[in-house]
């Protein structure tokens, strides 16, 4: 599966071009909200969401952001892989 990755946003896309799976992380100034995932109930289970959030954080701290995590999913994965001190 390919992922795109765009200023706010990490998706990947059926061959007809509908999203399948995606992060949304809109900025204001130097904060990102990661306030959306998605992954299609035909993908679900395969780790899809968790590849997403690494890419989206990944292009986050890139942008030299601070990422906030406001989706349900987001907080749970953050929990797992984000270490307090990053987001200080």
């Known amino acids: 599966m390919k992922f795109f990755v765009e200023c706010e946003r990490v998706y990947a896309a059926s061959e007809s071009g509908d999203v ?9 100034d130097s904060i990102a909200d990661i306030n959306h995932t998605f992954v299609d109930e035909s993908l679900r289970g395969q780790g899809i969401a ?14 030299g952001k601070q990422a906030v ?6 907080k749970k994965w953050a929990e797992k892989n984000v270490n307090a001190s990053e987001e200080n």
């Open 20 to 28: 399948i799976a995606e992060v949304t992380f809109p900025a204001i």
């Open 50 to 63: 968790a590849r997403l959030m690494e890419m989206a954080y990944a292009e986050i701290r890139r942008q």
């Open 69 to 74: 995590f406001s989706c349900s999913y987001a």
